[in-house]
């Protein structure tokens, strides 16, 4: 069976355009980032208080570094996804084009946004 199944309005594209992708972008590079942050900060936390007995001081010590390296990695990777969607989708609407000239025109242009700031 070569058809497919999907219910489409007459018209629509079978595929998802950038801007319905942008979404998941975003909430993709959040939680990725939450994640990777929350194991970074985990690291840090048992790193900067191994001299510590197992206690309460040291538990919620350990759980701030977490949380605080989660919130960080996950806001910075999720402002990144918006950059790169919101660059995208204006771009695909400027040029009236989907190809890959506009996903490295975005990335060019999120990452020279970025690093106009001074970040390293």
Do not use: H
Request: glycine fraction near 12%.
């Amino acid at each position: 069976q070569d058809t497919d199944e999907f219910i489409l309005p007459t018209g629509a594209n079978k595929t998802r355009g950038r801007f319905e992708l942008a979404f998941f972008t975003i909430g993709g590079c959040c939680m990725t980032g939450a994640a990777f942050g929350a194991l970074n900060g985990l690291r840090l936390g048992l790193k900067e208080t191994q001299s510590m007995a197992w206690s309460k001081p040291r538990n919620v010590q350990i759980l701030n570094m977490v949380t605080r390296q989660g919130a960080l990695w996950a806001n910075t990777l999720g402002s990144l996804a918006l950059l790169y969607s919101a660059f995208g989708v204006v771009i695909e609407k400027t040029r009236g084009a989907e190809d890959d000239l506009n996903t490295i025109a975005a990335g060019t242009l999120t990452g020279m946004l970025y690093k106009s700031t001074g970040r390293v």
